[in-house]
């Protein structure tokens, strides 16, 4: 019997450990005279690349009636890990084996988000979102998904779509508002590093 026959995959134990990671909150930093307000969480999952996930929040001072909107960033590094579990050298197999299980590799960040981008975006989020019926007959393996939630202080919406089916055309511009708050994100991010 060979040496893991008989033990659970080391990638399905990190996969496991990093989609509970990535589908909790990602806060932000606290800061005092503010008051945050979660407008929206994206999730996005491409098939061979790194996961990202982005909590965007409405941050109010009380004292101005000043609106600002920052966002906190978590990363699932999957090339980083996979390179990890392949790696063929001595070193690697001994921590595999004597270490436990490998832990995915997990990136955190936030940054200060432009309201005049955000704030006609957050406004195309709809109040509430048509049910569709699942397509029957499709089989997807691969491409990106999208994830996210979004809503007021009494609700919360989640809608989730791959890029390989055809997305309903009442959520076209959902859609389009989502992809366009996760690029600025990922632009404001960019630009911070």
């Keep these: 019997m060979g040496d893991f026959e008989g033990q659970v995959n080391p ?34 999952e491409p098939s061979f690349d790194a996961a990202i996930r982005w909590e965007v929040y ?20 999957q090339d980083i890990d996979l390179r990890a579990l392949d790696a063929p050298d001595r070193l690697a197999y001994l921590r ?32 509430s979102i048509a049910f569709v019926d699942p397509p029957l007959s499709y089989g997807v393996a691969d491409g990106d998904r ?17 890029n390989q089916l055809p997305v309903p055309e009442e959520w076209r511009e959902m859609v389009e508002a989502v992809r366009a708050l996760f690029a600025h994100c990922e632009d404001c991010y960019t630009k911070q590093s």
């Design 11 to 44: 990638w399905e134990t990190v996969t496991g450990l990093a989609r509970q990671i990535m589908r909790s909150p990602v806060g932000l930093d606290h800061e005092p005279d503010r008051v945050l307000r979660n407008i929206a969480s994206i999730l996005f």
């Design 58 to 77: 409405e941050l109010r001072d009380e004292s101005r009636d000043d609106v600002t909107y920052a966002a906190a960033r978590r990363c699932w590094r």
């Design 96 to 127: 595999r084996r004597h270490l436990g299980p490998t832990r995915p590799t997990i990136e955190a960040g936030q940054c200060p988000l432009d309201p005049t981008v955000v704030d006609p975006l957050v406004r195309r989020l709809p109040q």
């Design 146 to 162: 999208f994830e996210v939630t979004f809503g007021g202080v009494y609700y919360r919406i989640t809608v989730e779509w791959h």
